[in-house]
């Protein structure tokens, strides 16, 4: 049974799963995984959901408040032997959800060219591709997406 728990950074089963998402991104980023990293740490992270099958941790996501109306979906990973069913899908709406109850109209992300399955996720949610914001402007790896979500 699937369920989805909405939590914070301190959740010891998002941490977990926040080791695993960083040893892949820096296998999949190589060079580069250094100047990545240094943003993705998971202080200020106080909205975060972590999906259970069975009652083991298998996927997560997080927001980040980028602006007054304008929140960062992060850290989105799924244990490979998960992936393909449908469950990023299921954590990035249960996020959308969640940033449209705390009053935000709109969610920004930034994913590498590297990630090709995140990028499908993307696509295939309703974001469309934006300029690089902040500290991704300019960074030729970086591919950076926008939802409304106040629909």
Not at 124 to 132: A, G, M
Request: hydrophobic share 35%; glycine share 8%.
């Amino acid at each position: 049974m699937l369920s989805l728990i909405r939590t914070t950074n301190t959740n010891r089963d998002f941490i977990k799963l926040v080791v695993q998402l960083d040893t892949d991104l820096a296998q999949r980023d190589g060079e580069d995984h250094g100047f990545y990293d240094q943003f993705n740490g998971i202080e200020g992270l106080n909205h975060t959901i972590v999906a259970y099958q069975n009652k083991k941790p298998i996927g997560c996501g997080a927001l980040k408040q980028f602006d007054g109306d304008t929140v960062e979906i992060k850290r989105m990973y799924t244990v490979p032997k998960a992936r393909g069913k449908g469950l990023a899908t299921s954590i990035l709406q249960a996020l959308e959800v969640w940033a449209k109850e705390l009053g935000y109209t709109h969610c920004i992300l930034e994913t590498g060219k590297k990630q090709p399955e995140a990028l499908a996720l993307y696509r295939k949610s309703s974001y469309h591709i934006i300029p690089n914001y902040g500290q991704y402007s300019g960074i030729e790896n970086s591919i950076c997406f926008q939802k409304c979500i106040n629909n």
